[in-house]
Antibody, heavy 124, light 109 residues
Framework: EVQLVESGGGLVQPGGSLRLSCAAS????????MHWVRQVPGKGLEWVST???????YYPGSVKGRFTISRENAKNSLYLQMNSLRAGDTAVYYC??????????????????WGQGTTVTVSS | DIQMTQSPSSLSASVGDRVTITCRAS??????LNWFQHKPGKGPKLLIY???SLQSGVPSRFSGSGSGTDFTLTISSLQPEDFATYYC???????????FGQGTKLEIK
């Protein structure tokens, strides 16, 4: 079964750090882009970071310089190191698999497998 | 940045109803549009990709249409398990910053 399982969430003080993990199973982890997406309480989904199969990384301005995404293919694991955490980072964090499908000769990018999420609370 | 706007933000409906949710992009995104269903305590579930292609395993009562800037998700006959929040997401730009709509919460009337 294709599965993603996040862990590492918890309560942390503002300015603190936390490392999230995502364990992948049931597919060839190294062959896929991987993403972190979060949902702030009462708000919608927000993309947090992406790591490609070659290790290239991408971040939105809201977390750039504070968060670092990484992967360890030998362990089928994805990570998110979060530093200088703020109250606004309080959210449920999901890892997701990226894939491309072809329809009518066009490539379409999808986030087709998601974990159940891990909750991060930033509060004093 | 491409902005995605969904309407309505919330919707009340009954089992058996036909429901339509709309999503508008701030610029043309061709057919690079995905729809997700999200229930509390679970990860989002991909329903539709490429604006109208049904993801494997998704019931046929779900359908998507549109291209360019205007898209719709239709549920032909609501089932109890369909009450959830629905998000559109554009996959035209990469990386996917601000790619999700704000969500539509579908509640039981």
């Amino acid at each position: 079964e294709v599965q993603l399982v996040e862990s590492g969430g918890g309560l942390v003080q503002p300015g603190g750090s936390l490392r999230l993990s995502c364990a992948a199973s049931g597919f060839t982890f190294s062959s896929y882009d991987m993403h972190w997406v979060r949902q702030v309480p009462g708000k919608g989904l927000e993309w947090v970071s992406t790591i490609g199969t070659s290790g290239d990384t991408y971040y939105p301005g809201s977390v750039k310089g504070r968060f670092t995404i990484s992967r360890e293919n030998a362990k089928n694991s994805l990570y998110l190191q979060m530093n200088s955490l703020r109250a606004g980072d309080t959210a449920v964090y999901y890892c997701a698999r990226g894939d491309q499908l072809v329809r009518n000769y066009f490539y379409y990018y999808i986030l087709d497998v998601w974990g159940q999420g891990t909750t991060v609370t930033v509060s004093s | 940045d491409i902005q995605m706007t969904q309407s309505p933000s919330s919707l009340s409906a009954s089992v058996g109803d036909r429901v339509t949710i709309t999503c508008r992009a701030s610029q043309s995104i061709s057919r690079y549009l995905n729809w997700f269903q999200h229930k509390p305590g679970k990860g989002p579930k991909l329903l539709i990709y490429a604006a109208s292609s049904l993801q494997s395993g998704v019931p046929s009562r779900f359908s998507g249409s549109g291209s360019g800037t205007d898209f719709t998700l239709t549920i032909s006959s609501l089932q109890p398990e369909d009450f959830a929040t629905y998000y559109c997401q554009q996959s035209y730009s990469n990386p996917p910053e601000n790619s999700f709509g704000q969500g539509t919460k579908l509640e039981i009337k």
